[in-house]
């Protein structure tokens, strides 16, 4: 039997978790400026935080698709084909968080940075909820048949699955945002969060407990599921005594780890299904009937093998130079953008 389907999943599963865990605390500090945020200095300190790193935790998103699509194609048809509106909502709050996060400080108006505020808040919110209800119906079905094609009207995805695994990836967002917050920022941002970790982590982290466990329940699960399940709930709670304390990074390790091992025990517990149908088990896609041929992993395998190292090196090296927490001191006074033109103008 072929191994390389097998290597590829796990590939997959390892670029969705990464993405969980890095872009995820990125989502929770947008949705923290929208909810947490008391005045504008509280909100400058909040995305100089993620400043440097926001765009690059995106490839790992832009990574899972790309790899699920040369290794998967047939998951990727279906699942892209299915939820064309969950994953349209998702793109448009990505580029609507991403332009506000952009065009935020090139005027300084109280509407303009407000209004660009609100932008990324809604934006990190829309994206966060869409990619947890695509993910867990990846995990618990979707009405397809023998085809792989989607039986039913365009909504046909808006299921108690989807709005669980949305407030999932919502409330984990929101709990490794604020414990980033804690661990990368100083003053009154660090203090609030500090303070928030604690009474929001047992309501906020319920939704993705539930999933993993539903999944367990559903599938019977496997000893590396079952495993992985217990790593989680042993990592939730350390992060929980350790946010009592006050000790961020070891709260912000405890929860990372949670998300670690909850998503891997969900992507343990369905293997080797890729894509669950709701009407027939038979039509379920798994990693030997919707894998590409050996040779197209193959080359797959070969360019992984050259590109990855680099780039978790860069982006280890890019987390490095920023790794100094933000101050409200650290800022400079707000000011409008000049664009490059009208200042070399009035230089010369």
Known sequence: MDALPVVW????????????????????VGMHMLFSARNDKDRRVMLNSIGPVWDGNEVWLLTAGAA?????????????????????????????RAVAIEYRGKVVAQNWTLFWDR???????????GIGAGLALTTTGLPIDANGDRVGGPFVWLTPE?????????????????????????????ERMNRLVPRLAPIALLPITAWAVL?????????????????????????????????????FTGF?????????????????????????????????????????????????????PVVLGYQ???????RKRVSPNHL????????????ATRAS
């Open 316 to 322: 280890a090296w890019s987390y490095w130079v920023f």
């Open 215 to 251: 999944i367990e329940v559903r599938t019977g699960g496997n000893a590396l599921s079952w495993v992985l399940l217990l790593l989680a709930v042993a990592a939730v709670l350390i992060g929980y005594l350790f946010s009592l304390r006050g000790s961020e990074g070891r709260a």
């Open 332 to 343: 400079p006074d707000a000011h409008d953008a000049v664009p490059a033109v009208r200042a």
């Open 162 to 190: 989807a709005v669980l695994g949305g407030l999932a990836l919502v409330g984990f967002s929101l709990v490794h945002g604020a414990t980033f917050l804690a661990l990368k920022t100083d003053g009154p941002v660090r």
């Open 68 to 96: 699920t699509f040369a290794a998967f194609p047939y998951w990727y048809a279906s699942l892209f084909s299915t939820l064309y509106v969950p994953l349209t909502l998702v793109l448009l709050g990505l580029i609507f």
């Open 9 to 28: 999943f796990i590939a997959i599963a390892v670029l969705w978790i990464g993405y969980i865990l890095l872009e995820g605390f990125d989502l929770g």
């Open 256 to 308: 990372a780890a949670f998300g670690f091992f909850g998503a891997g025990s969900i992507f343990a517990g369905v293997f080797p299904v890729v894509l669950p149908s709701t009407l027939d088990p038979a039509f379920d896609l798994t990693v030997w009937n919707a894998a590409s041929g050996s040779y197209t992993l193959g080359v797959m395998t070969v360019v992984t093998g050259f590109a990855l």
């Open 119 to 129: 932008s990324i808040g809604i934006g990190s919110l829309v994206a966060a909820f």
